[in-house]
T-cell receptor, first 114, second 109 residues
Framework: DAGVIQSPRHEVTEMGQEVTLRCKPI?????LFWYRQTMMRGLELLIY????????DSGMPEDRFSAKMPNASFSTLKIQPSEPRDSAVYFC????????????FGSGTRLTVV | GQQVMQIPQYQHVQEGEDFTTYCNSS?????IQWYKQRPGGHPVFLIQ?????EVKKQKRLTFQFGEAKKNSSLHITATQTTDVGTYFC?????????FGPGTRLSVLP
């Protein structure tokens, strides 16, 4: 099992540009989570999906952020337009779908918006 | 919303010394998870506690859930340089987990 796969590992973009982060969860995991990590705010849950359906997006900072999960093996997090304050490490995590299971995190995407 | 605190925020220990981090919640918890994140890495699941007063061990790591299910602790015996990283507790208000701010552990050789 390759684990949760995220791409790209690093992204540097100019303010105002669109950024798309990608995630492939572990096969068979029904829940997928997007987190953002910064020194100031720690690990913040942005949105999570159960069986490809968004369940809670209350953590999405604003309308510039959107997430999709078109099928069980792929999810995207898009920021349009990007701003310097979006600079952070974005993690995708998955689990089998019940709160009694631990999350498996991907290696993250380090986003820098200049 | 769910409030979870961790203390201390930072801990520096000499290799071989013990280390303990505490996680405290404002509400009674159904369960609690612990994760470790190495510098530059991603959080890695360590363990989950469910029962009141539960104690679980993983080699030099001992995890405990409080009797009132409002707090938990992680204790590392005889730290090694490989223990360096940030230790997070995570609590579940529903279907997802909320992560604490973490305790950053430094181990001096």
């Amino acid at each position: 099992d390759a684990g949760v796969i995220q791409s790209p590992r690093h992204e540097v973009t100019e303010m105002g540009q669109e950024v798309t982060l990608r995630c492939k969860p572990i096969s068979g995991h029904n829940s997928l989570f997007w987190y953002r990590q910064t020194m100031m705010r720690g690990l913040e849950l942005l949105i999570y999906f159960n069986n490809n359906v968004p369940i809670d997006d209350s953590g999405m900072p604003e309308d510039r952020f959107s997430a999709k999960m078109p099928n069980a093996s792929f999810s995207t997090l898009k920021i349009q337009p990007s701003e310097p304050r979006d600079s952070a490490v974005y993690f995708c995590a998955s689990n089998p779908g019940a709160p009694l299971y631990g999350y498996t995190f991907g290696s993250g995407t380090r986003l820098t918006v200049v | 919303g769910q409030q979870v605190m961790q203390i201390p925020q930072y801990q520096h220990v000499q290799e071989g010394e013990d280390f303990t981090t505490y996680c405290n919640s404002s509400t009674t918890l159904s369960n609690i998870q612990w994760y470790k994140q190495r510098p530059g890495g991603h959080p890695v699941f360590l363990i989950q506690l469910v029962k009141s007063g539960e104690v679980k061990k993983q080699k030099r790591l001992t995890f405990q859930f409080g009797e009132a299910k409002k707090n938990s602790s992680l204790h590392i015996t005889a730290t090694q340089t490989t223990d360096v990283g940030t230790y997070f507790c995570a609590v579940s208000p529903g279907q997802n987990f909320v992560f604490g701010p973490g305790t950053r552990l430094s181990v001096l050789p």
